[in-house]
């Protein structure tokens, strides 16, 4: 079984860059975001408080959460497109930072880990859930890239208050006492700012192609 752990600041190209590589590996891709935004909607379906850390563990312990490619199964309905409202952009960095949640997310993202070969991005990846990943990348872009990359993804316009968000979200990520984000030991630092994103997989995809062959 090998890993190849991909973490980095919002709007890097994560997602995407980590499902062309799986794809093109014929890995199996989890993305760990739409993990923490699935409990964060169970959580505001239910009443439960952002802040709860208690209630969202008994909360992720109860419910079966079940990542598959680009959808997520919670009790076996799918709900990729509802995990990116705006209700659940914003309370996502406080469900986040609760560091109980966190350790029942981390265990079940373990688990996935054995299933195969896979390549899993997040934020803590090559830090906490799989520190012994054979691969780890740090992936960043500068932040007018990221915010006119989310630009063309949303059809939104407003460059400013999409910098001023995704800043924000760095920040909450950055500065969290539980598995801040940060550049794990060792990791391959690709910055996307001005690369296709054929070029950054194809990067990623030669690192993977080298630990086979060797
Ligand atoms: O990548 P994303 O925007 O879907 O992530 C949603 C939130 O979850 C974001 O605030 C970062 C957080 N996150 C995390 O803390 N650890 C991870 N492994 C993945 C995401």
């Known amino acids: ?17 980590a499902r062309r590589v799986a794809d093109a590996l014929g890995w199996e891709y989890f ?3 739409a993990m923490y935004r699935a409990i964060t909607l169970a959580a505001l379906r239910r009443g439960i408080e952002p802040t709860d850390d208690t209630g969202l563990a008994e909360l992720t312990r109860a419910l079966q959460l079940e990542p598959r490619g680009s959808a997520i199964y919670l009790d076996g309905v799918d709900v990729a497109a509802e995990i990116r409202s705006p209700a659940v952009n914003e309370a996502v960095p406080v469900v986040a930072a609760q560091p109980s949640l966190r350790s029942e997310l981390v265990a079940l993202q373990r688990a996935l880990s054995m299933r195969g070969n896979v390549v899993m991005e997040g934020r803590d990846i090559g830090t906490k859930v799989l520190p012994d990943a054979e691969i780890k990348v740090w992936l960043t872009a500068d932040l007018d890239e990221r915010a006119r990359r989310r630009a063309d993804e949303m059809g939104e316009d407003d460059l400013t208050r999409l910098r001023v968000a995704i800043e924000s979200r760095d920040a909450a990520d950055e500065s969290r006492d539980s598995s801040p984000l940060r550049k794990a030991d060792g990791a391959l630092e ?7 994103i054929d070029e950054v997989v194809q990067r990623i995809v030669d690192e993977a192609r080298s630990l086979e062959g060797s």
């Open 1 to 17: 079984m090998t890993a190849i752990a991909i973490d980095g600041p919002a709007g890097a190209g994560k997602s995407t860059v």
């Open 190 to 196: 690709i910055d996307s700012t001005g690369l296709t």
């Open 31 to 33: 993305d760990t975001g």
